[in-house]
């Protein structure tokens, strides 16, 4: 059996290949790129674990793994494993992955901007890691692709705010190996690796197209162009090409390239242009149909083309390594006029395109090299026809010439061109020899002579020696073709005044040079004589000119001599000798008559040429030319070398190592003559290189010193003239001083010499005069030390000269000093400089100079260094001591730190790194602690301090701290340095001194902390322990806290990545420190006392820290320190304290979590109850206080931030306030939250509440004058006065609250305060100025009321204060309950609404899950005196019934007994009664239920109570419109119609079945008095109906009319139906009651038929009298989907009738804005149930509703225009609606029949009969009514109730209006099918958002159901195609038929998730109902019991037409708003 064994190294890393998802428990999934650990193997498995989660180890295939090499450390438990690959590489592969979770969350943030860009640098990342890896890059590649790697990468975390990577070149810095100093220096950009600096340049050009029809052979010639001083930079780079297009010279084939070398930086700055010349050869005038070639070639102009360098610089920094040089494309011109070809390029630049023509593409030869040509261009012909011009490449490289050659040698294989600069380049180096003389054709003038056409003038140019005869191949017309012998110009057509601008190169030998000449010879081309040239002039001109300089670099005008074809220029003397070349040459007159004879000439003949010499050897310079010939005159030599000093240092540095060569060869020969002039010369040379223009030359000096120098006997003439120079400066003026200083500038060259020369002389002589030379040295040291010495201001700037310069000798005196010797000489220098001097510029200088020193090789070695470290200490100790020049001091103590760094890392140095870091500490450590204590911190050198402070202290080791600490044997001494050494570590840990993206120099700063404390605690427990020094220790103790709890040890706010990073190199440096802490708390024994309680919240602070170990470790600390504090003080009262605030302060900074707070509450109450026996009661109790503490701050720490948590926090925040003010009376903790509390309800405008919290401090304040201190909110004053102001902030806020009636009492106070106290009759006079407005606004201003809501929280997510609570909310004005639903949904995003009230079980209560149960809530007055007082002012009671109230009921209809068929029978209230912990409106919004009862009410009792309220709201209504008749009858017509229809169509006949039988009464004697009391109301209503519709008859318009005769007969219906009745007391009641007047009377004025005012003992109920409802609160049953009909009246407040209410927002502008709004009440008011003004409040909570008693109830309309209510089809009794399709087939709004509350009703799709109750029902009429109209039916006479109607109990409709609160909206997964009725009717809605009530009240907002899911829920009924239900056969009659209820509660989504339906579970029966069962006697639910079948839906009963078309024309007479078409459901389809 095969067993697991260790993996060996070679498989130790792996990356997965693909993903793997395990099955075993054992398993490791792995994803695609994971890299893994392996541990073992066995079989084919590996056993490890990914390096993303490193806890979980486990299994997984082999085969799924890749290996890779990687390096193992400590093999063992403890292995680290990393893959071996480049580091870049590495460091790309895990930017990328940290990258790429940022990435997402850019994403999820939508910032999208940063998201694009990040992507494109990823993806550029990938890429360039791509070709890293590729290995076919060079070295060079290699390492610009890094650098620009690292770029990328930093920018990019820039970018994202991540942390600074140092780096060095682009290699990241390795801080084990890098000192805090050196990465300080790095991480400011301030230390780059020293770069060469690159002085050469050299462009490579590639010709690798040529598409150009030339026809001929063609030259093309390619040149650099500066555009900015018109001129030719380079020599020519010359092309030849057959007419075929190949190269001339086949062996170019395939290498027409070039080098264009030695560019400068000055030329790169230029406005550079590559120029290509194009020629033909061939004939005069081109004929391509001429086939035979021409025995004469002429060069002919053809074009020219120019593209910018620049474009290539562009494109190569764009360009990605690895990748071809980028192609370029040089379109080719053609100028208009051939003549312009001499500027052609010029226009090309200038873009003066009207010169010149575009060549075009459509040519039949095109030239390509295919080896060269690109891809694309071999392939396809068509694409290289269509190329205009040539197709070169470019590309720059840099460096010297030799060093591109060695690195890209490839390139110079192919046999590449070199084409050098037409002058010098930057360098010239000694050994370059150049000898190139330049000749640019100009222009020329020719007389026409007796011709009328021009000349075709060709210019022939030779060479001729000294003899006549013409030098051989030295001219060269451009690099790449072989040199000639003799030139020809190209042909100008008949032109006599030709430019040409053509340069031509001339290699003349230098020993041929002088006695050369040019000669110019002029022939003219006919046309007509073929093959002829006929010579007619020539010009000449010599290279030298008499003085032996060369032509002058400037144009030459020549003379043209005429000539005849048949000379022969036999000897060159005849005119060299007898005629002048120029102007400018002196021929004498008798040469001149001679030559005249022969050659003639014509002043009007000139020919213009331009010279340029670039030579190392010739010279144009007349005085530098006598000093390289002075032995010629040796009697100038003084005045040559005076002159030279005069000369341009152009011409020295071309000829410097001659003119050297010459000044030591005068030196040699007469030392005391010229040896002084000599070396001041020399001293002017080498000054002159110090020249910014001229400093690369100083490598041409270097090179000519060590190799080519050779006097070895000037060194004694240079110390002496040197030696002489500085003495001679001390004493003499200011002119020697200069030259002192000009000396001093050239020191280190002297040295040089000096030393080379004795170099040299040793040599030669065997070393001999070596004392000697010695003793001249040492005299001149000891001069340069006088200088230094002399505090003389005079020398200034000698001195500074000398300490600037002075580094540079160093080296060259180790060519013959020891290091001791040398290291003596810079010692005794610099220490000759007095440190009491007070020269600024001196000290400066010599601190730089030490810089110098300590960067000079001499430095690096240990003899040497011995000496000059303590100098240089010396020195710098002074100047940091006294603040002098702190910058340069700081900087050099730097530069000695990293020496010691770097050399600490040989371990052969360990023993001098000793020696040498024991002498930093001695001389800086103290010093460098103090200057941290000082120095400003925001200045530039405060982080270099610090970091030279942490990197001395990093090169520390134990024996260094030991001797340190040894050293202070003085006990007062090792205080004050313990306490600075505290004090200064507890400002690195603050670590202001860095930026924060600086995480490697924090990490390294702590770590330097961390160690240095270790050490220095010890010496702190051993000295000052016994002597106890509590200074001391509690600043160790607040360090060590400062330490532990800084940002930057807190890992878990990392990213993983950088946390796994810190780890790695530090660990976690909190767990040490923390236990370090530990030890010396326990070491203090008896000393503990000290410490308390100041201690308490510093190590709080520490425990709060997020590491387990560490607090375990910590948390016990506190029971110690409360055990310390009760065996001192007999409490631990102190402790307590302090931790309290701490405490509070410490959870506020984000600090503790819940894992704390367990470990907090078991540790410590585990060690109090096994050590604490005595106060083991009294501990334990503080501990569960101190639990409770921080779960109410977690609590609200939680919900600090946000906006949507904002009543979180209100909450939380009264938690705490009642926690410190009555479990630990903390007064001062009290008023803080009280504070808090105060500025969120100002910040969110709750003014009232605001006020309340205010009056919490203000009822603490006496009216005294007790002086109270001052706080963060008032100043130091008196009691009185403090509480004075807080009333008048009070008063403020009751005023903005519009809570007048609590700010009355406050002024009554205060102005009692200002009367009979204070006297101030001012305050008074204002106060009661602000009483009396109060008074005033109460009667007079509008207050919007506001709902109230019942919401339970249950399950164990929520938070401690609303966890398995109920409390009753507030809502915000207007507010249904529906919005406030969404409110609660937005602030518990994750919690579950409940969709029934009913009680919970314990599974809920104890879950983890998060339950709210909402249903609105009715308050019952505490003032029911007022209320009971009728004279009282509306608006005063209306305040009474809603505010100061803490008790609050809330019903749901609970049926009992058996079945029946009148539901009115059986149905009871069961009402609860809630008091909360306090009244509203207080501090909150929102209370506490404190104690819950529950009573019943019985049926009648609701029948009575629903009666009267529906004639109190018709009683009002008469009202309104006879005191005014203006009013609009809209809202009268609408009450009465659905009060008359409902009463008609057996509303009434169901009260007197269900009560006034006999069987009833006979049953419930008891109930006799309320039956009676029901009687009298329904007649009571007779007299009402009758009273209103004479009134309406008197005010109807008269397309109202109709309607009001309608209900004139419904009426008579209903008074004869109401007389057809047994009851003698009905009956006797209708007889007195009159009929109304016909319709045509009806509007007549008529006083038979008074106007009813409201019955003045039972006055009409205010909106507030009318608010109060009885909302459902679910039965506890068995069955969740059970459901009760509601009781609640449907009626409205009196002044706001159904039509009234507010549009629904989904609802067209027409439809809003055509429902009125008589009474301006709000259309959303709250149902609430009405508590009567003439009982007591108790009575009601008792009794509920009495007759006896009058109790009543009404209830307000809510909106019921939204989907779910119109696909109940159930309307508010009292109004009138119809089905979508009802009434005349022409109708377009066929769906309105008449006055209705809102629009059209149209069917839920998707289900059964057209209509599903879907746990909805109407929220805003917020009942059920029975007047629902049919398709077909009745409309006008709704049929009576079927006999045969099933219980309606069985339905399950608790849900119907009971108040709850709405699930969240939902949205459709799928599409509904609809019917064709609904697509043609207002349906639109139904794709709406739908929002419903917990137990099924419907919000205006509404959209289709979401399908459940197939394969758990039975696929619900298919839609049928008519609107119109069907009747089922068991329905004995027609009438309104029943339509589909699917009863199943929608369930809440969560935030963010979709809303579903609850699954109906298999077996479950669907439950049908009759839309018109459901019947509303005055605001009464009556479902008839016969209503439910469980069948299929019963088939459609055809109606009476004529009863539909009679109904149809009675609605429509009546004004109502129309629709506007919507959408259909199956258009969103």
């Known amino acids: 059996m095969a067993t697991w064994s260790p993996t060996p190294p070679h498989k130790k890393y792996g990356v997965a290949i693909d993903n793997y998802v395990s099955k075993l428990p054992c398993g490791v999934n792995l994803q695609i790129g994971e890299t893994v650990q392996i541990l073992e193997e066995c079989a084919g498995w590996y056993r490890g674990f990914s390096l993303r989660n490193k806890e979980k180890k486990g299994v997984f295939p082999a085969s799924y793994v890749h290996l890779k090499e990687a390096k193992v450390e400590n093999i063992g438990q403890y292995e680290t494993v990393s893959p071996v690959e480049n580091p870049t590489v590495l460091e790309v592969t895990s930017v990328l992955r940290e990258w790429g979770q940022m990435w997402k969350r850019l994403y999820v943030e939508r910032h999208s901007q940063l998201f694009h860009t990040v992507k494109k640098l990823m993806l550029e990342l990938i890429q360039m890691r791509r070709q890293l890896m590729s290995g076919t890059l060079t070295q060079d590649q290699i390492r610009e692709l890094k650098l620009r790697i690292t770029s990328k990468i930093d920018w990019g975390n820039r970018k994202l705010g991540l942390d600074l990577v140092p780096r060095i070149d682009g290699e990241v810095v390795d801080v084990d190996r890098t000192s805090a100093v050196q990465l300080y220096q790095v991480s400011r950009g301030t230390v780059r690796k020293s770069k060469k600096k690159v002085l050469s340049h050299h462009l490579y050009f590639i010709l690798k197209n040529f598409a150009c029809n030339v026809g001929e052979d063609t030259d093309i010639f390619f040149s650099l162009y500066d555009a900015i001083e018109n001129k030719f930079i380079s020599e020519r780079f010359h092309v030849k090409l057959t007419k075929n297009g190949l190269p001339v010279n086949v062996e170019r084939l395939h290498s027409l390239s070039a080098f264009f070398i030695d560019l400068g930086n000055q030329d790169l700055a230029r406005e550079l242009y590559m120029v290509a010349h194009i020629f033909r050869i061939g004939k005069m005038v081109y004929s391509s149909g001429e086939s035979k070639k021409s025995s004469v070639q002429y060069r002919r102009p053809y074009g020219c083309a120019v593209m910018s360098i620049q474009e290539v610089l562009v494109a190569q920094a764009d360009q990605s390594e690895g990748q071809e040089d980028k192609e370029f494309l040089m379109k080719v011109y053609s100028c208009n006029n051939e003549n312009e070809m001499w500027q052609l390029h010029e226009n090309i630049i200038r873009k003066q395109l009207g010169k010149v023509n575009l060549q075009g593409s459509s040519y039949d030869t095109i030239v390509s090299f295919p080896l060269l040509l690109p891809a694309g261009l071999q392939a396809n012909n068509r694409s290289s026809r269509d190329l205009t011009g040539m197709v070169v490449s470019m590309s720059l490289l840099h460096g010297e010439l030799a060093q591109v050659r060695q690195e890209n040698a490839f390139l110079f294989n192919k046999g590449v ?604 427990t051993e000295t000052f322990l016994f002597m106890f020094d509590q200074q001391l220790w509690s600043s160790y103790f607040g360090l060590a806290v400062a330490f532990l709890t800084q940002a930057s040890l807190q890992l878990e706010s990392f990213t993983e990545a950088k946390r796994n990073k810190i780890l790695e190199k530090y660990c976690d440096m909190r767990v040490p420190m923390g236990f370090e802490i530990l030890s010396m708390w326990q070491s203090l024994g008896e000393h503990k006392l000290n410490f308390l309680p100041g201690m308490v919240g510093s190590f709080l602070e520490i425990s709060l820290v997020p590491e387990t170990e560490l607090r375990k470790a910590l948390i016990p600390v506190f029971h110690d320190m409360m055990e310390c504090e009760q065996a001192t003080r007999g409490s631990f009262k102190e402790v307590e304290c302090e931790m309290i605030d701490k405490l509070d302060i410490l959870i506020s900074q984000d600090k503790g979590d819940d894992e704390y707070r367990e470990l907090f509450h078991s540790i410590l109450l585990d060690r109090v109850q096994i050590e604490n026996a005595d106060w083991q009661e009294t501990a334990g109790s503080f501990v569960n206080s101190m639990t409770r503490l921080l779960e109410r701050l977690l609590d609200y720490r939680h919900v600090m931030k946000g906006s949507e948590n904002r009543d979180k926090r209100m909450g939380c925040t009264v938690s705490l306030l009642h926690f410190y003010h009555s479990d630990i009376q903390r007064e001062e903790m009290y008023i803080r939250y009280i504070y808090k509390l105060h500025d969120m309800h100002k910040e969110a405008e709750n003014y009232t509440e605001a006020g309340f919290t205010l009056l919490l401090h203000a009822h603490m304040l006496n009216w005294t004058c007790l002086m109270l201190p001052d706080d963060e909110w008032y100043p130091r004053q008196q009691e009185r006065e403090r509480k004075e102001k807080i009333y008048v902030m009070v008063i403020e806020y009751f005023d903005k609250g519009k809570s007048w009636e609590n700010g009355i009492p406050l002024c009554k106070e205060l102005a009692e305060q200002y009367e009979k106290k204070s006297f101030e009759y001012a305050k008074l006079s204002h106060i009661l100025q602000t009483q009396a407005h109060f008074f005033e606004n109460i009667l007079t201003e509008l207050r919007p009321e506001r709902p109230f809501y019942r919401v339970g929280y249950y399950g164990k997510k929520f938070p401690f204060f609303l966890r398995n609570k109920t409390f009753v909310y507030q809502g915000q004005p207007y507010e249904k309950i529906q919005d406030f639903s969404q409110r609660l949904q937005t602030e518990f995003p994750n919690a579950s609404f409940m969709t029934h009230n009913l009680p919970l079980d314990d599974e809920v209560i104890n879950s983890d899950v998060e339950y709210i149960q909402i249903c609105k809530a009715t308050p019952v007055p505490n003032d029911s005196e007022i209320l009971q007082d009728q004279t009282v002012p509306e608006k005063i009671a209306s305040y009474y019934r809603a505010n100061n109230i803490d008790t609050f009921i809330f019903d749901r209809p609970v049926h009992k007994g058996g079945k029946d068929e009148n539901l009115f029978k059986n149905m009871w209230l069961e009402r609860t009664i809630m008091v909360t912990t306090s009244t509203l409106p207080g501090i909150l919004k929102w209370f506490e239920v404190k104690s819950v009862q529950v009573v019943e009410i019985s049926p009648i009792e609701t029948a009575i109570q629903t009666m009267d309220n529906m004639n109190k709201e018709l009683r009002s209504l008469i009202h309104q419109h006879t005191t005014d008749q203006t009013r609009g009858v809209q809202i009268l017509s609408m009450r009465l119609n659905g009060v008359i229809d409902a009463a008609v169509n057996g509303g009434i006949s169901k009260y007197q079945e269900a009560f006034f039988e006999d069987d009833y009464i006979n049953a419930h004697p008891e109930d006799q008095q309320l039956v009676q009391r029901l009687k009298g109301l329904v007649m009571e209503q007779v007299s009402v109906l009758e009273s209103g519709l004479a009134i309406h008859g008197k005010l109807a318009p008269a397309e109202v009319v109709p309607l009001h005769r309608k209900m004139v007969e419904m009426f008579t219906a209903m008074k004869a139906s109401l007389a057809g009745q047994n009851s003698p007391s009905l009956w006797h009641t209708q007889k007195r009651l009159s009929v109304a007047s016909a319709p045509g009377a009806l509007g007549q004025r008529s006083s038979s038929i008074p106007s009813i005012p409201p019955s003045p003992e039972k006055k009409p109920a205010s909106p507030l009298s009318k608010s109060l409802q009885s909302p459902l609160f679910p039965v506890k049953t068995t069955t969740s989907k059970t459901y009760a009909i509601s009781t609640q009246p449907p009626a409205s407040v009196p002044t706001t009738p159904a039509s009234a209410v507010a549009p629904s927002p989904l609802l067209p502008e027409k439809r809003r804005n055509s429902t009125p709004n008589t009474n301006n009440t709000p259309a959303d008011t709250p149902v609430n149930q009405s508590v009567p003004t003439h009982v007591s409040r108790d009575s009601v909570l008792r009794h509920g509703s009495d007759p006896s008693l009058g109790i009543t109830r009404t209830q307000s309309p809510d909106r019921t225009d939204n989907i779910l209510t119109r696909s109940m089809d159930v309307i508010p009794y009292g109004t009138t609606n119809r089905h979508p399709g009802t009434g005349s087939q022409n109708s377009p709004r066929s769906s309105w029949a008449g006055p209705t509350v809102g629009p059209p009703i149209p069917p839920r799709t998707g289900l059964k009969g057209g209509f599903s109750l879907n746990s909805t029902t109407t929220s805003s009429a917020s009942s059920i009514t029975s007047s629902v109209s049919q398709a077909g039916g009745d409309d006008s006479v709704p049929p009576a109730l079927p006999a045969r109607v099933k219980r309606a109990s069985a339905v399950s409709l608790q849900s119907l209006d009971s108040g709850l609160a709405p699930s969240p909206p939902l949205t459709p997964n799928r599409a509904v099918p609809t019917p064709a009725s609904l697509q043609s009717s207002d349906t639109s809605s139904i794709s709406s958002t739908s929002s419903t009530d917990t137990n099924g009240s419907v919000d205006s907002s509404t959209v289709p159901p979401i399908p459940p899911k197939p394969s758990k829920v039975r696929p619900l009924p298919p839609v049928p195609t008519t609107l119109e239900p069907q009747v089922s056969k068991s329905f004995g009659r027609q009438g309104p038929q029943p339509a589909f209820f699917d009863c199943t509660p929608l369930v809440p989504a969560k935030s963010g998730q979709t809303p579903r339906i609850p699954e109906i579970p298999e077996g479950s029966q669907s439950v049908y109902m009759s839309p018109s069962s459901v019947y509303m006697f005055p605001t009464s639910v009556y479902m008839s019991p016969s209503s439910v079948s469980l069948s299929s839906p019963p088939p459609l009963v055809e109606k009476k037409k004529n009863q539909q078309a009679t109904a149809q024309q009675t609605y429509k007479s009546v004004p109502r708003p129309v629709p506007t078409p919507r959408k259909s459901v199956s258009d969103n389809r």
């Open 417 to 1020: 061109t070199l084409v050098r600069k037409l002058g010098f380049s930057d360098v010239i180096m000694p050994g370059d020899i150049r000898n190139d003389l330049y000749v640019t054709l100009e222009r020329a003038e020719f007389e026409k002579g007796g011709k009328t056409t021009g000349k075709n003038v060709e210019v022939t140019m030779v060479v001729l020696g000294e003899d006549g005869e013409v030098l051989q191949e030295c001219i060269s017309l451009g690099e790449g073709e072989l040199y000639t012998s003799e030139y020809q110009s190209y042909v100008l057509y008949h032109n006599n005044n030709p430019r040409w601008g053509e340069t031509i190169k001339l290699a003349v030998p230098i020993d041929k040079f002088y006695g050369s000449h040019l000669r110019f010879e002029f022939r003219h081309c006919s046309t007509k004589d073929k093959d002829v040239k006929k010579l007619f002039a020539f010009a000449f001109t010599p290279l030298m000119i008499g003085d032996g300089t060369t032509l002058q670099d400037r144009q030459h005008e020549l003379f043209v001599y005429k000539c005849e074809e048949n000379v022969k220029f036999h000897s060159p003397a005849m005119y060299l000798t007898n005629l002048p070349s120029s102007g400018e040459d002196t021929i004498g007159t008798i040469g001149l008559s001679e030559g005249g004879a022969t050659f003639p000439r014509s002043p009007k003949e000139t020919f213009v040429i331009s010279t340029v010499v670039c030579s190392t050897k010739l010279t144009q310079n007349v005085d530098l030319l006598g000093l390289l010939k002075w032995k010629a005159h040796p009697d100038r030599v003084q005045d040559t070398l005076q002159r030279l000093t005069r000369v341009d240092g152009e011409d020295i540095v071309k000829f410097l190592h001659d003119i050297l060569d010459t000044l030591f060869a005068i030196m040699d020969e007469n030392t005391e003559k010229y040896g002084k002039q000599v070396f001041q010369v020399l001293v002017f040379i080498i000054d002159m290189l110090h020249s910014e223009k001229f400093q690369h030359f100083r490598e041409v000096l270097d090179t000519y010193i060590q190799k080519h120098f050779a006097g070895a006997l000037v060194y004694k003439e240079l110390i002496a003239s040197f030696k002489r120079t500085l003495d001679t400066s001390v004493t003499s003026g200011m002119d020697k001083q200069e030259q002192a200083q000009n000396m001093l500038k050239a020191i280190e060259y002297i040295f040089k010499f000096i030393i080379q020369s004795r170099v040299l002389y040793g040599r030669a002589t065997c070393g001999q005069e070596a004392e000697s030379f010695k003793d001249d040295f040492m005299t001149m040291f000891t001069s340069i030390n006088r200088v230094l010495a002399q505090p003389v201001e005079a020398l200034l700037q000698v001195q500074v000269t000398l300490l600037k310069y002075f580094h540079s000798i160093y080296d060259e005196l180790l060519r013959l000093f020891d290091l001791h010797e040398v290291a003596r000489f810079i010692a005794n220098a610099v220490d000759s400089i007095p440190l009491d001097h007070n020269m600024t510029l001196l000290n400066q200088t010599k601190l730089k100079c030490i810089e110098h020193t300590i960067k000079a090789n001499i430095f690096r070695e240990t003899v040497s260094r011995a000496i000059l470290l303590s100098t240089c200490l010396r020195h710098l100790s002074h100047h940091m001591r006294q603040k002098q020049e702190l910058k340069l001091g700081v900087a050099a103590v730097g530069d000695i730190i990293i020496l010691i760094q770097e050399l600490s890392h040989d371990q052969s140095m360990s023993s001098v790194v000793q020696e040498n870091v024991q002498l930093l500490v001695d001389s800086l450590l103290e010093l460098m602690f103090q200057g941290v204590m000082t120095i400003d911190r925001t200045g530039e050198v405060a982080g270099h301090y610090v970091s030279c402070l942490i990197g001395l202290l990093g090169l520390m080791n134990e024996e260094h701290y030991r001797c340190l600490l040894e050293g202070l044997t003085d006990r007062k001494k090792l205080r004050d340095f313990l306490l600075r050494i505290f004090i200064v570590f507890r400002e690195l840990v603050k670590q202001d001194h860095f930026p924060r993206d600086w995480v490697t120099m924090r990490m390294l700063t702590n770590n330097v902390v961390l160690t240095a404390l270790q050490y220095f605690s010890q010496a702190l």
